[in-house]
C-alpha cells in the first residue's frame, strides 16, 4: 500500500495550531465556538493519525517532508515532519490522549470565563507536541521541544492570580530553558559534526550506525550526555525532579496533558528519537540505565509517601519516567515504549476520573465541577463505571499479571538481566515500590470518593471507560498473542526482545507480590500521611519526602547566581554615581576656582 | 515604478517637510501636529517598503544611486570633495525599513505619552528621524557624519525635556558618551578622508581630489587595483587616488572606529548612558534609540569596521568576542536582580547587543547575518517592551516590579501582549528572536568553540529574568486599587500590535528578511577568503 494518508501527515500538527490561531484571533466574544473547535480540531488529528498508524502497521513505508526555512549563504536549515512506525504510534497515543482532555476540559472548564483561553493553550500544547513528535531533523524536535516548553508555561500559569502559580511558572520555566540550553548545544555540535551538516534524523542513523563512525568518541559521548541532560531537566528525571511539585498548580486538563504525554515522557521521546548516537557512546548508555532506574525507585517512593492524590500521579509518572529512561538505558526500546503507552492511558484515567478530588487537594478549583451534574439518577451508574475505569487503570500501573502494566515491565528487566544485574534488582525494586503506591493510590480515591459520594458526572465516564477498554485489549493481546517479539515487535523488527524467561518474571512476580503484602501491611500507617505527619515521623520518611533536600542544593546554586547579578547591579550603581559625568563636573568645578 | 523620481531624496527630505508644516501650525492644533508628524513618518515607511518589496540583491541598488556634488575645499595639494550622494545595499535596506518603521511606532506612542510642548516635540523627533534614516542611505563618509550628527542635539532636546525626574543627568550621560563617541569617528573619517596618505605618498601629478564617496575611500584604504568594491561594484570617479594605506594607519583608523561605534552601541563598561536613558527618556525616544542609534552604530561598526578594513577586523575578531561575551553575560545577570521594569529590559538589551558582537566575531556568513537579524529583533522586541511599560507606567503610576502585579486581569490584553515580546526577547521560536540567535550561534561555533558554548550559557538567565519580569508584572493578585484601569486604548494598541506582527513575521518567515541581506555579507566574506586565501 502506498503511503496514501501518511503524505497528509503534515496535516496533524497543522489542526491544533490552526485552533490555537482561530480562537486567539476570536478572543473571549466567543467562548463556546472557540471551544469547540478545539475539540473538533482534536478529533480530526485523532482520525487522521490513526489512519496513519494503520497504514504503518499494515505497510512500514516511511514517509518525509520538509522545506528550506531559511538560507544564509551557503548554509540553509530546514523544516519538517516525518512518519516512521515510532513517530506514528506516538502521535497516534498522543492524540488519543489529546482528544480525551479536550473533550473534559470542555465541560472542566465550562463556567470559567477564559475557557476559549485555555482551550487555546492546549492547543498550542498539542501543536508542539506533535510537531515534537514528528520532526523530521533536530532542528525541527528543538524548535518545537522549545514551545512545548512555553505552552506548559502558559497553561502552568493559566490560573494566575493563584497563590504560588507565579512561583509555579518560573520554576517550570527555568528548569525548561536548562534543557533547551543543553539541546541547543547539542544541536550546535551536530551541525558541525555531522557530514553535510545534516540534522534530519535519516542521515544521524546511517552516520552513527555505521561502524566507522568519521566523530570521534568523545564528541558523540559529549553530545550523547547532553541530550540526557537535556531530556532530564526538562522532564524532571532525578536529580532534576524540582519542579515536579510546582507543576499541579495547572488546570486539570493540563496537569494530564503535562504529567501523560507531553512535557513528563518528551525525555523519553527524545532519547529514543537519537537513540542511535546515544547507543553510540557506551558510558552515556550505562548512566542513563542508572538514572532511570534510581529515578523510578525514588520517584515511586516519594509518591507513595505523597499525601494528596495530584501530587502522588505526579511523582507516579516521574518514576515511570526513570523506568522508560532505564529502558533506553538497556536497549530495551520497545519496553520503553511500552511503558509510555501504558502509562499514558493508566495516569490519564487516574486523573480523569480522580477528578474534582485531585484538583481540590491541589488547591482548589475555581470551575463548576464540583457542582455542575450533582443529583441526577445517572450519576450513579456513570460513578460506578468510572470506578471501575479507575480500578483498571490502576492494575495496569501497578503491574499485576494479566494487565499491560506487567507485560512492560518484562521486557525492561529482562533487558536489564542481560546487562547487569544489580540494575536488574534495582528494578525489582522499582517494581515493588510501584504496586505500593499504587496501592495507596487506590486506598486514597476510595477514601475520597466515600467523602464525596454523588457528586459525579457522565462526561468522564466515557473516555475513561474507553481508555481502560484499550487497555485492557493491549494486555489480553500481549498475553495471547505476545509471544513472538511482543505487541510492539513490527516497531523494529530487528530488536524485538527475546521471549522473557523465567529468571525475569518469576522475581517480577514475587516482587510484584511483595509489594502488595507491605501495602496491605503499611494500609493504616499510609492512610495516615498527611504532609504534618510524614514530616513528624521519621527523619527518613522526612528526608525521603523531601526527596533527600536536592532541592535545596539547585536553590543554593541559584541564589549564587543571583548574588553574581547583584554585585554586577551594585557596580553599576556605584558606576553609574560617579561616572564620567560626574568627573566633567569636577573637572569644570576645578577650572573655575583658578 | 517610481524609477524616475530621487526616491532616497524624498525618503530623508519628508521629515523635513514635516517640521516645516508643523513649524507652522497654530500652537493649540495639537492634533494637527500629530497627524503631521504622523503623515511625514508615513510616508519614508511606505517608500521603504517599496524599495524593499523591488529590490534586487544580485542587481544591487544601481537603480537608486544619487549623486550630486556638493562642496569642495581647496587644500594645498588638492582639494577635499563632499558629495551628496545616496546609495542602497542590502544591509541598509534592511535597517532601514526598521528605522521608518520605528519611527511611526514612537510618532504613535507619543500620542498618549507626550503631553507637553507638542510643536518642539514632533519636530525633534522628526529631526533625529531625518538623520537616522540619512546616514543609511549615505554613500559620502562626510555626509554619514553629517546625518549621524544631527541625532546628537536632538537626542539630547528629546531627553533633557520630556524625560522623567532625573533627565537632566541622562541627557548629559548620553552627550558625553555620544561626544566622545563623535570625536573619535570624526578624526578617523578626516583621516580616511585624506587618505591617511604620508608626504612622500602623494603622486606626483600634483593635484589630488579627495572625495568621500565609500568607493573611493575603499580604494584608496586598498590601493586602486586589488579588490574590486563590495558595496556597489562600482569603480570610482574619474581622480588620482593615492596608493594603499600603510598597515599601522589601518590599524589606527579601524580601531578609532571600532571604539567609537562600540561607545554608541554600547557595549558593557560603555553602557552608563543607555541604562539612564531607558531610566528617563519618553518610551517614544527610547523607541528610536533601539530601533535608530543602536542601528546606526551597528550599521558603522560593520560598514566601516569590517567591510573597509576587513583584515583588521578578522584579526581582531577576538576582541569582539570577548567584548560580546562580557556584555551577554553582565547584561543577562544584571537584569536578574532589578528591581524595575524598565531597568530589566535595559539590561536585556544590553545583553541582546552583546549577542549582535558575538555574531560579528564569527566573521562569517551564518555569524554576520545572525547579527543582523538579532540588532533587527532587538530594535522590534526591546521597543515593543518600552511601549507597553510605558503603557502600564501611565496608569500605575511605576515600572517598580515588587509595586506590580495582577494585570493579567485588569489589562489582558496588554499582558498578553507583553507576555509574547518577552518571549520573543529570550529567543522562542516562531518569535523573531530565535533566527538570529540560533545563526549566531552556529556561526560563532565554526569560529571560536569555547565562546559559543558561553554564549548558550549566557542565554539561561534569560530564562530567569523574562519571567521574573513579565510574570511578576502580569500574574498574581490585583491589587484593590486598580480595578478602574481600562485595557490599552486603541490608539496604544495599534503599535502593539503592528510591532508584533513583526516580531511574528520575522520569527516565522526569516527568509523575508535575510535574502535581501546575505548578498552584502556574501561579497564581504569572498574578498575576506580570497584575500586570507591569497
Redesign the interface.
Known sequence: MPTMFSQYAWIVPILPLAAFLLITALGRSADRTASLSGVVSSALALFLSIWILLEQLVSNNEYSISFT???????S?SLGIEITPLTSLIAAVFCLIYFCVQLFSFYYMENDDRSAVFQGYLSLLAFAMLGFVLAVNLLTL???W??LG?AV??LT?FW??KEG??QA??RI??W???G??AL??AL??L??YMPERALDFASIQNVFEGQSTSIALGIISVIAGLLAVAAAAKSGLFPFHSWLRYSVKAPLPALILIHTVTLVPAAFFLLIRNFTIIQAAPSIMVILSWAGVVGAVIGALTAWLQSSVANLVVYSAAGQLGLMVMAVGVHSLNGAVYVFVVNALAHTIVLMAGGALVQRSAGGSNSSYDSGYAKNRLASASGNARRLAVIIGILSLSGLPPFPGFWSTRYILGAALDKQLPLFLAGLAAVCLTVLYSARLFFMLQQQWRTTEGKSQRAIAAPALCLALVLIIFGLAEALWGGHGGLLGWLNPERAASIPRLAVWLPQLIATAAGLGMAFISYKKAASFTEQSVKERSPALRVLSEVFYIEFIWERI?QT??A???S??RL?RF??ER???RL?KKAAGLGRRR | MLTGLPILTIIICAPIVGILAILLMPKERVSWMRYGALAASLLPLILSFILFISYQPERGGQAFREVYDWLELPLDSGALQLQYHLGLDGLSLCLLVLTALLSVMAVLASFVHIKKRFKAFYSLLLWLETGLLGLLLARDIGLFYLFMEMSLPAMFLLIGIWGGERREQAAGSFLVHHGLGSVLLLSAFVLLWTGGTAEGNLPESGHVLYNGSYESVQSRITGPDTWASPLLGESGEDMVPPSGMSEGMKQLIFTLFIVGFLIRLPVVPLHGWLLRLYQQAPPAVIMLVVGGILQAAGYGLLRFGLFMFPDQAAAGSVIFGILGLLSLLYGGLAAMVQEDFKSVIAYASIGQIGLVLLGIASMNELGLTGALVTMISLGLTSSLLILIVGSITERTGTARLDDLGGLARTMPYTSGILIAAGLAAIGIPGLSGFNGTLLTLLGLFDSMKGVAVALVLGLLPGFVYIPRAVLGVTFGTARESDGSWNDARFIEAVPMIVLLAFVILLGVYPSLLMDQAAASFSHLLSSLNTRIGG
Open positions: 526555512w531559511l538560507k544564509a549563504g551557503s548554509y536549515l528543538f524548535i518545537c522549545q514551545l512555553v508555561l502558559l500559569g494566575y492570580d502559580v507565579r511558572a518560573k520555566f527555568l525548561g530553558g536548562i533547551d540550553a541547543l548545544l550546535m555540535l551541525y558541525w541559584f547566581i543571583a553574581a547579578g547583584q554586577i547591579h553599576d558606576l553609574l561616572d564620567v559625568f566633567i
